[in-house]
């Protein structure tokens, strides 16, 4: 099947034909800063094996940069369906399912679960439907992997109203990356019953306990601000430290949101929120960059121990995403400190990895090490499929 693949986030949109049966798009586009105030973004276009176009766009919303990606696109064969990336789905959404009208207005009632994707995500399920009106619009959830957490991984220990009233619960996000690198691993080691935590390390961080294909517990949490360490986010913090910032330091709500958010991470620590120049700098003896990069790793390390605990032992440690793929000093200081686990690295494999999927593992370990691209919008074009497919 030919899917027509949407990622609108919160200020940029990706359009991409995928072949499920091949695996690989065809044509694709993103337009980027939508209704940034510092000047134009970018309109770039690409026809498989042919480099990028690129032009100024100066669009207002994700309405019109959904239009202006279409009229670029290159007409790559006839859609049968257009697959949605949709952040939050709730509780209600634990699998993909058909954007009626009907799923479009509780889909905005879900808006203030996650206000900076999914307006954005559901706005360009109305421009597409109303573009591709003869297509199924198929709303796919980055939440919905992380449904098969049993209470006792989802629940905070706050009062039953704030959960049955207010939602206040763990939901988990990367739900789309963590599925495709835990089906991949599986499909490597042909083991479907596969106790594995899979690391999705990027910008945004988070690891998920996947058990047999299901996932156990994941460190992101009601927002996508718990958990690891990241680029801009903190991760893990006392709760009280918002409280203390508002009573003490006088900073208003959204001032502390934006701290949390924006301002904390590698950022906060080092003056740099890419992994790359964080490197760079650590390898120049910069010191706040060394201490960014271990509290990085440590705070990974120990999420990999717990959920090793969670999962009653470990068979497979899997990085995916930017950093995942990309940084072998991550990989090995992260592995580093987990023989316990039965985890051992090959140094020489990890440091000459160029790409693909691939076992890092030494010889003997007794917990495979696995690098696997992540492919969201495969994963998303592939839901869409079995989904249509099944009528």
Same mark, same amino acid.
């Given at each position: +099947?030919?899917?027509?693949?949407?990622? =609108?986030?919160?200020?940029?949109?990706?359009?991409?034909? &995928?072949?499920?049966? #091949?695996? %690989?798009?065809?044509?694709?586009?993103?337009?980027?800063? &939508?209704?940034?105030?510092?000047?134009?973004?970018?309109?770039?276009?690409?026809?498989?094996?042919?480099?990028?176009?690129?032009?100024?766009?100066?669009?207002?919303?994700?309405?019109?940069?959904?239009?202006? #990606?279409?009229?670029?696109?290159?007409?790559?064969?006839?859609?049968?369906?257009?697959?949605?990336?949709?952040?939050?789905?709730?509780?209600?959404?634990? !699998?993909?399912?058909?954007?009626?009208?009907?799923?479009?207005?509780?889909?905005?009632?879900?808006?203030? *679960?996650?206000?900076?994707?999914?307006?954005?995500?559901?706005?360009?399920?109305?421009?597409?439907?109303?573009?591709?009106?003869?297509?199924?619009?198929?709303?796919? $959830?980055?939440?919905?992997?992380?449904?098969? +957490?049993?209470?006792?991984?989802?629940?905070?220990?706050?009062?039953?109203?704030?959960?049955?009233?207010?939602?206040?619960?763990?939901?988990?996000?990367?739900?789309?990356?963590?599925?495709?690198?835990?089906?991949?691993?599986?499909?490597?080691?042909?083991?479907?019953?596969?106790?594995?935590?899979?690391?999705?390390?990027?910008?945004?961080?988070?690891?998920?306990?996947?058990?047999?294909?299901?996932? #156990?517990? %994941?460190?992101?949490?009601? %927002?996508?601000?718990?958990?690891?360490? +990241?680029?801009?986010?903190?991760?893990?913090?006392?709760?009280? /430290?918002?409280?203390?910032?508002?009573?003490?330091?006088?900073?208003?709500?959204?001032? /502390?949101?934006?701290?949390?958010?924006?301002?904390?991470?590698?950022?906060?620590?080092?003056?740099?929120?890419?992994?790359?120049?964080?490197?760079?700098?650590?390898?120049?003896?910069?010191?706040?960059?060394?201490?960014?990069?271990?509290? $990085? =790793?440590?705070? &990974?390390?120990?999420?990999?121990?717990?959920?090793?605990?969670? #999962?009653?032992?470990?068979?497979?440690?899997?990085?995916?995403?930017?950093?995942?793929?990309?940084? !072998?000093?991550?990989? !090995?200081?992260?592995?580093?400190?987990?023989? $316990? *686990?039965?985890?051992?690295?090959?140094?020489?494999?990890?440091?000459?990895?160029?790409?693909?999927?691939?076992?890092?593992?030494?010889?003997?370990?007794?917990?495979?090490?696995?690098?696997?691209?992540?492919?969201?919008?495969? +994963?998303?074009?592939?839901?869409?499929?079995?989904?249509?497919?099944?009528?």
């Amino acid at each position: +099947m030919r899917v027509l693949v949407f990622n =609108c986030g919160s200020s940029s949109v990706k359009i991409s034909s &995928i072949d499920t049966a #091949l695996g %690989t798009w065809s044509a694709r586009g993103s337009v980027d800063r &939508i209704g940034a105030e510092g000047g134009p973004g970018t309109c770039r276009v690409q026809r498989a094996g042919e480099p990028p176009r690129e032009e100024p766009a100066d669009v207002a919303d994700h309405a019109e940069a959904v239009r202006l #990606l279409v009229d670029r696109l290159p007409r790559e064969g006839r859609p049968e369906a257009a697959g949605h990336r949709v952040v939050h789905g709730g509780e209600r959404y634990t !699998a993909p399912v058909v954007a009626d009208a009907a799923v479009l207005e509780e889909l905005d009632a879900l808006a203030h *679960l996650a206000p900076l994707h999914n307006p954005p995500n559901v706005a360009g399920l109305r421009i597409a439907t109303q573009l591709y009106p003869e297509l199924p619009q198929v709303a796919v $959830f980055d939440t919905a992997f992380h449904a098969t +957490m049993p209470p006792h991984a989802y629940r905070y220990a706050v009062p039953e109203r704030l959960y049955t009233e207010c939602g206040v619960r763990r939901y988990g996000f990367h739900g789309l990356s963590h599925a495709w690198v835990a089906g991949r691993a599986a499909a490597l080691t042909g083991r479907p019953d596969l106790r594995l935590v899979s690391l999705h390390l990027g910008n945004g961080c988070s690891a998920a306990a996947v058990r047999g294909g299901q996932c #156990l517990d %994941t460190s992101m949490g009601f %927002t996508p601000l718990e958990g690891l360490v +990241m680029g801009t986010r903190c991760g893990d913090l006392d709760p009280a /430290v918002p409280l203390f910032l508002q009573e003490e330091a006088g900073l208003s709500l959204r001032e /502390v949101g934006r701290i949390l958010n924006e301002d904390s991470g590698l950022e906060a620590l080092a003056g740099r929120s890419d992994m790359r120049d964080l490197q760079s700098a650590m390898a120049a003896g910069d010191a706040r960059a060394r201490l960014a990069f271990d509290i $990085f =790793c440590y705070r &990974i390390r120990k999420y990999v121990g717990a959920y090793a605990a969670a #999962l009653g032992g470990l068979d497979a440690l899997v990085f995916t995403a930017g950093i995942g793929e990309n940084s !072998a000093p991550v990989r !090995a200081a992260v592995c580093e400190g987990l023989e $316990f *686990l039965g985890v051992r690295f090959d140094a020489a494999r990890n440091g000459e990895y160029q790409g693909g999927e691939c076992d890092v593992s030494a010889a003997g370990s007794g917990a495979r090490v696995l690098v696997v691209p992540t492919n969201e919008e495969l +994963m998303i074009a592939r839901e869409t499929e079995s989904l249509v497919s099944a009528g």
